[in-house]
């Protein structure tokens, strides 16, 4: 069965960086779109940022660009999520996911499969 594992996540104070990892599975990932979203305590998930299958093409929410930064390596089957300059306000838990489409990858239900989810907290 497909499986999606995101690590490295934690706490950490603003202004730092962390980076997360989430491996796949189970699929033939180099087909699929992986995205990264986050869901904060009483919020509604919403979408981070996506990379493309094929020519890796990028797509990031406002108010994640310049500071984080998504990337995939086919061959580990693993996406990346560098996140730069954290503010409080990343708090939250960031989930990968994965679609065998490309258009639409700001929307979460155009995603097949979601990881379990890790915990990011940033300190003030």
């Known amino acids: 069965q497909v499986q999606l594992v995101e690590s490295g996540g934690g706490l950490v104070q603003a202004g730092r960086s962390l980076r997360l990892s989430c491996v796949a599975s189970?699929?033939?990932?180099?087909?699929?779109?992986m995205g990264w979203f986050r869901q904060a305590p009483g919020k509604e998930r919403e979408f981070v940022t996506a990379?493309?299958?094929?020519?890796?093409?990028?797509y990031y929410t406002d108010s994640v660009k310049g500071r984080f930064t998504i990337s995939r390596d086919n061959d580990k089957k693993t996406v990346y999520l560098e996140m730069n300059s954290l503010k409080p306000e990343d708090t939250a838990v960031y989930y990968c996911?994965?679609?065998?489409?490309?258009?639409?990858?700001?929307?979460?239900?155009?995603?097949?499969?979601w990881g379990q989810g890790t915990q990011v907290t940033v300190s003030s």
């Open positions: 996911a994965a679609a065998a489409t490309a258009w639409r990858l700001t929307d979460k239900k155009y995603y097949a499969y």
């Open positions: 189970g699929l033939t990932f180099s087909n699929y779109a």
């Open positions: 990379i493309t299958s094929g020519t890796s093409s990028t």
